[in-house]
Every structure is written in C-alpha cells, then in structure tokens.
C-alpha cells in the first residue's frame, strides 16, 4: 500500500504561482511512476504532469513551459511548481502514485484556485 498526503494548495493571483507537495509513505520505491491529476468542476480528472523513475518528464500541453514537476526520493516526496497560474488552472490537485504492475494510488486532493 502506498499513502499520499497533498499540500499546499490555495488561493492565488492569475499570474501567481504555488508550489504544490506531496508526501509518500508505505510501499513507495524510487520506480515508481509519480504524477499530478486535476479535475475541475464539471469536468474529468486529467493528467498534469508525470516523473518517472528515471527523472523524465511528461506534461499535459496546457501547462508545458509553466509547471515543472520534480521528486525527491530520499524524501519520497514530490512536487509541481505552478507558474503563471491562469483562471483555467483552478481545479483539486491530485497526486497520483502508479506501479510498474499498473496499481495506482490517490491522494485526497488539495484545492487551487486562480481568481483576482
């Protein structure tokens, strides 16, 4: 079992920035896939952006060149910093662990909101 615990979501700027986190514990391994989802009201859960086990990267094209995701994994923690917010940014954030046998793992989510 793998446990997820998201932060610091809230309320910004258009134009702001935050720095998301989320914290691993159980059965994590430095292999395992790690990925922000999103889901809007109204609207499907979608990926943000995903780390392998490697370090590559993959981003949803809407946030490509503003989020850059990233994992520490002596921590196992991970991380999604948020530039250059935008009102369509506005969703619950969700960490996402996956492994390799395809299992995968959600946090409780943790609300961003882009609104001035």
């Known amino acids: 079992q793998v446990q997820l615990v998201e932060s610091g979501g809230g309320l910004v700027q258009p134009g702001g920035s935050l720095r998301l986190s989320c914290a691993a514990s159980g059965s994590i391994i430095s292999s395992d896939t790690m990925g922000w989802y999103r889901q809007a009201p109204g609207k499907e859960r979608e990926l943000v952006a995903r780390i392998f086990g490697g370090g590559s990267t993959r981003y949803a094209d809407s946030v490509k060149g503003r989020f850059t995701v990233s994992r520490d994994n002596v921590k196992n923690m991970v991380y999604l910093q948020m530039n250059s917010l935008k009102p369509e940014d506005t969703a619950v954030y969700y960490c996402?662990?996956?492994?390799?046998?395809?299992?995968?793992?959600w946090g409780q989510g943790t609300q961003v909101t882009v609104s001035s």
């Open positions: 996402n662990a996956e492994k390799y046998w395809g299992s995968q793992y």
